[in-house]
């Protein structure tokens, strides 16, 4: 198994600019979900989804969005991107919404915004 | 609303010495608690968690934390630390029983030293 995947690792855009980070993952997880890791701020929730066709929002969504066409992709759009989304965007996955699931979580991808 | 107060951003230990991770919570009802380790340049993965039962967890690596309802605490130690243990070092806490609802704590930097 490969687990989460993301691609790509690094991205440098331009104010402006929208972009696309791909999340895959091959354990057949009904939850995945977005974060966002900012210097002294944790993780925070950006959108989720419990399956295919449903996705809800986050702590911090604005800006952001998301769709879940098949079990194992759930790509993060940026629709304009701003120096404040400059950040660490990771992906995880788990069997279900249940509370006590162990998250997966992907590498990451470092993004920079010009 | 539940939250995650991690007690120091960075904690430096001399090799062979004990590990002290410390985590209080705050959660409106039975919580579930875990710890993930990120080490440089990779995604989270799960050390261990407190879902139900036995208060005392074992984790991977030689870690384990103490569930302490009456402190609201669940502190992450390791009787003697590797060089190998530096990395960042989370604390979270699913309160409400679901995936989506899972805060994390700001983070400690793990140093340790020869």
């Known amino acids: 198994n490969a687990g989460v995947t993301q691609t790509p690792k690094f991205q440098v855009l331009k104010t402006g600019q929208s972009m696309t980070l791909q999340c895959a993952q091959d354990?057949?997880?009904?939850?995945m979900s977005w974060y966002r890791q900012d210097p002294g701020m944790g993780l925070r929730l950006i959108h989720y989804?419990?399956?295919?066709?449903?996705?809800d929002q986050g702590e911090v969504p604005n800006g952001y969005n998301v769709s879940r066409s098949t079990t194992e992709d759930f790509p993060l759009r940026l629709l304009s991107a701003a120096p404040s989304q400059t950040s660490v965007y990771f992906c995880?996955?788990?069997?279900?919404?249940?509370?006590?699931?162990?998250?997966?979580f992907g590498p990451g991808t470092r993004l920079l915004v010009l | 609303a539940q939250s995650v107060t991690q007690l120091g951003s960075h904690v430096s230990v001399s090799e062979g010495a004990l590990v002290l991770l410390r985590c209080n919570y705050s959660?409106?009802?039975?919580?579930?608690l875990f710890w993930y380790v990120q080490y440089p340049n990779q995604g989270l993965q799960l050390l261990l968690k407190?879902?139900?039962?036995?208060?005392l967890v074992k984790g991977i690596n030689g870690f384990e934390a103490e569930f302490k309802k009456s402190e609201t605490s669940f502190h992450l130690t390791k009787p003697s630390a590797h060089m190998s243990d530096a990395a960042e070092y989370f604390c979270?806490?699913?309160?409400?029983?679901?995936?989506?609802?899972?805060?994390f704590g700001t983070g400690t930097r793990l140093q340790v030293t020869l």
């Open positions: 995880a996955s788990s069997y279900s919404l249940a509370g006590a699931e162990t998250q997966y």
């Open positions: 407190y879902t139900t039962g036995a208060t």
């Open positions: 959660s409106s009802v039975p919580p579930y």
């Open positions: 989804s419990v399956g295919a066709g449903i996705t």
């Open positions: 979270a806490v699913s309160g409400t029983g679901t995936a989506s609802k899972l805060t």
């Open positions: 354990m057949n997880h009904e939850y």
